[in-house]
């Protein structure tokens, strides 16, 4: 572990600062240029994120969102950590490191999270990769999960297994207990992998790993933080890739496909044999999208 000084603070490992008069936990691996990386959920273990392909050519600071593993909560717990928040604690972690301009990567809600942080500081990014994001969330967004649930219950029927998978996501938007709804990952995740029982053997560490924190969806007064970005994509400036597979749920190809058209000049990338984790699933095809997406960028 790393203490907090102005040296060392890209060394690779774990390191503990105070930013922003939050402790703040990160976690450095590769080499390259620098890639801030932010996990989904809200909530999930940063090590599900962990992507050695793409350390190969960049420098992977993994972030544990505020509220997250060994980063600090907020007073307003499990409430209060909207986009805006997040966006701040970014931008604090971008001075104490000292980087003007990174990469910034979000996936899932971390997505949504890197969405928010590109529109109001375009300047402190190089680039932006969206994996697995949308620009909208609230009834829309869910109506998209509902149908695909059921593409995804329509491709597995019959599976004994099948019964638990839906039990797990039901639960995991019923619960606030952080044991409960790290149960609930686990059981939900094959239907976050395209072909979960065809490679099980690939999955089960991971799955047995797997953990979760409850964020709720809403700020410290009980405002939701519902997202709508569609209006202001559009005007964003921060070259743009755009990541989705194939067979994901929460955040599937027609959100991928609205956010390639309201991003001036972003590239579109499917995975064909992914669901919500193609940097597991198909790591090759994901880190050449991310290289080649890096080598695009302007020095």
């Known amino acids: ?11 690779p490992g774990a ?26 959920g809200p909530g999930v273990g940063w090590e599900s994120l962990r992507m050695p392909a793409v350390e190969e050519f960049l420098t992977l ?21 909207t986009r805006a928040r997040h966006t701040r604690a970014l931008t604090a972690l971008l001075d104490r490191l000292a980087l003007p301009r990174v990469i910034l990567l979000g996936h899932s809600h971390g997505g949504f999270v890197a969405q928010h942080f590109a ?22 967004h869910m109506a998209e999960a509902a149908a695909r649930v059921g593409d995804f219950v329509r491709r597995n029927e019959g599976n004994p297994e099948l019964p638990a998978v839906l039990a797990g996501l039901q639960a995991a938007g019923a619960t606030r207990d952080d044991g409960e709804i790290t149960a609930a990952l686990r059981a939900l995740l094959p ?5 979960y029982w065809e490679r099980e053997d690939e999955f089960k560490e991971l799955r047995a790993a797997l953990t979760c924190t409850y964020i709720s969806s809403v700020d410290a007064d009980g405002t939701p933080d519902t ?4 209006a202001a994509l559009p ?8 990541v989705v597979g194939r067979y994901d749920i929460p955040c599937g ?35 050449a999208a991310v290289r080649d997406f890096t080598a695009s960028l302007p020095a």
């Open 253 to 287: 190809p027609r959100w991928a496909r609205e956010l390639h058209a309201l991003i001036p000049g972003a590239r579109l990338v499917e995975l064909p044999e992914s669901g919500h984790l193609g940097h597991i699933e198909e790591p090759a095809a994901f880190a």
């Open 235 to 242: 005007a964003l400036t921060v070259p743009t890739l755009v």
């Open 15 to 40: 390191h503990d600062i105070q930013v922003d008069g939050l402790h703040q936990r990160y976690h450095v691996h590769g080499t390259g240029p620098v890639c801030l990386a932010v996990p989904g």
């Open 227 to 230: 997202i709508d970005d569609r």
């Open 119 to 140: 529109l109001h500081h375009p300047q402190r990014l190089a680039g932006l990769v969206l994996y697995e994001s949308a620009p909208v969330t609230g009834p829309e």
């Open 191 to 195: 239907a976050y992998v395209a072909r």
């Open 61 to 81: 600071v993994y972030v544990e969102p505020l509220g997250t593993g060994g980063s600090q909560r907020l007073p307003s717990h499990p409430d209060g950590y």
């Open 1 to 11: 572990m790393h203490d907090d000084t102005t040296t060392g603070l890209l060394a």
